[in-house]
């Protein structure tokens, strides 16, 4: 038998720095292993916007880590596209507003946050069969996973692709400004005491710079489905 469904539900686990091209490929990976999704980047998120609408400064980390606490945040997927819950609101577009991607560092390196948001991810992928993509999911979410990827690419190729990602929203985009926000968001995502991106020493790196989602896609399926014969 070699029906995956039939197999055991495996945790793929994808970490890289904003714009690699994560998002898009891990919620094509699940859709193809007939697996969950879930953007623990959309979390963080979450958390920021109710912060920022209950004008709570996102520096206040006390405060910060009681929203996080008392956020109830879901995933579901529609026509295809992975749809994000606050509080039984859908905030998926308000989530990837500038405002939000400004003011998220401070919540990702709130120790507190990230104690609160990795045991409600974790919860999530308790059972297997599951994609989550984020910065700390191979080395802390879930160190143990059975497959890890690392995606990697040049900041200037991510800012292109940012850029045409928001060109296609119908939101015209200066591509130096948008460089320097990866690249300021690499910055602060590496250098945080509590979870920092790293690469898990046991994980694949998968260069994306000169790859196509496609082939992004059916490099780690077919790494996920060796780990699910493997088991
Ligand atoms: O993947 P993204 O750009 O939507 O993530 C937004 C921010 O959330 C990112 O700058 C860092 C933070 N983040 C994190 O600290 N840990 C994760 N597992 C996912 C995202």
Do not use: W
């Not at 699940?30 to 912060?51: E, F, N």
């Amino acid at each position: 038998m070699n029906d995956t469904n039939v197999k055991k539900k495996i945790v793929v686990a994808i970490d890289g720095p904003a714009a690699s091209g994560k998002s898009t490929t891990a919620r094509l990976v699940a859709k193809k292993l007939g697996y969950l999704y879930i953007d623990s980047g959309a979390m963080y998120r979450a958390v920021t916007l109710l912060a920022l609408r209950k004008n709570i400064p996102t520096t206040d980390f006390d405060k910060v880590a009681q929203l996080a606490e008392s956020a109830v945040i879901q995933f579901k997927m529609e026509g295809g596209e992975l749809r994000t819950f606050l509080n039984g609101e859908d905030v998926s577009q308000e989530i990837r507003s500038p405002e939000v991607t400004k003011e998220i560092s401070p919540v990702a390196a709130n120790p507190r946050v990230r104690e609160i948001l990795v045991a409600k991810q974790r919860e999530m992928g308790k059972e297997g069969g599951i994609v989550m993509d984020g910065r700390d999911i191979t080395t802390v979410v879930f160190p143990d996973a059975e497959l890890k990827i690392f995606m990697k690419a040049s900041a200037e190729e991510r800012a292109r692709r940012r850029v045409k990602e928001l060109a296609e929203r119908g939101i015209q985009a200066d591509f130096d400004q948008v460089l320097k926000e990866i690249i300021r968001r690499d910055e602060a995502d590496s250098t945080r005491a509590h979870g920092p991106l790293t690469q898990a020493p046991d994980a694949v790196v998968i260069d994306t710079t000169n790859l196509s989602i496609e082939e992004q896609v059916e490099r780690i399926y077919k790494l996920a489905l060796e780990k699910v014969q493997d088991c």
